[in-house]
């Protein structure tokens, strides 16, 4: 968590800018002290949400982090990832600023995955549009892969010249905690996320669909000024 931060916060120009959200089991002694010891630190930029281990699947905890943030444009990731990038921030508001309507997913070069973006950027516009940052239902995986495919479908997926490290266990770049190997268990048990995604193609399109409205009805809008 900390290296997380600190490495977000130390290469980004206006560091004074950004805020985290965590969304922590409440028996996790020691991430609830990490952030703690942070909050310490940066008093107005560190938040977190708290609830009992396995009540909660891991897209609806993003979605709760939304719930309660303050900017207008989020980043989903994990505690394994660190920013790379100098003036990574800078580069995100410009890539946004490409699109007057802040519809679009951003994301940068992981050092790990190339097909998709896992880790990305969002503007308010696009989860207010849909109510959600990612599908809720979704559970665990697929997730990034969701939001991917239908930013794709509208011409609004981006990835930027910016590196964003995944410190995947995959590539020995990281040790799994008692919350990594959970999840990898139950995954490997059968998580329910891939039939999801493959049953809901229609929910997709319709995402697509009202994102693709709102950007047509924000152009009728301002080109009328």
């Not at 665990?140 to 910016?162: F, H, K, P, Q």
Request: hydrophobic share 40%; net charge negative; aromatic share 10%.
């Amino acid at each position: 968590m900390q290296r997380l931060w600190e490495s977000a916060y130390n290469t980004a120009q206006n560091p004074q800018d950004l805020e985290v959200i965590w969304h922590i089991d409440d028996d996790d002694r020691e991430s609830l002290d990490c952030a703690n010891l942070l909050r310490g630190l940066y008093p107005d930029q560190i938040q977190w949400l708290t609830c009992p281990r396995h009540s909660i699947v891991l897209s609806q905890r993003t979605n709760e982090c939304y719930g309660i943030s303050h900017k207008d444009i989020v980043f989903t990731a994990g505690d394994d990832i660190i920013f790379r990038s100098e003036n990574w921030d800078v580069a995100v508001l410009e890539a946004f600023e490409g699109y007057p309507d802040k519809i679009a997913c951003i994301g940068g070069d992981d050092l790990l995955n190339y097909s998709i973006l896992t880790h990305f950027f969002l503007h308010r516009n696009w989860i207010e549009t849909l109510g959600e940052v990612v599908p809720g239902f979704m559970r665990d995986c697929y997730c990034d892969t969701w939001v991917c495919e239908v930013a794709e479908s509208i011409g609004r997926l981006v990835r930027l010249d910016i590196v964003i490290e995944h410190l995947h266990y995959s590539v020995g770049k990281m040790v799994l905690d008692k919350t990594g190997q959970e999840r990898l268990t139950k995954i490997q048990q059968g998580d329910e996320s891939g039939r999801l995604f493959l049953a809901n193609k229609a929910a997709r399109i319709e995402q697509a669909r009202r994102l693709q409205a709102y950007i047509d009805n924000y152009e009728v809008a301002h080109a009328a000024h």
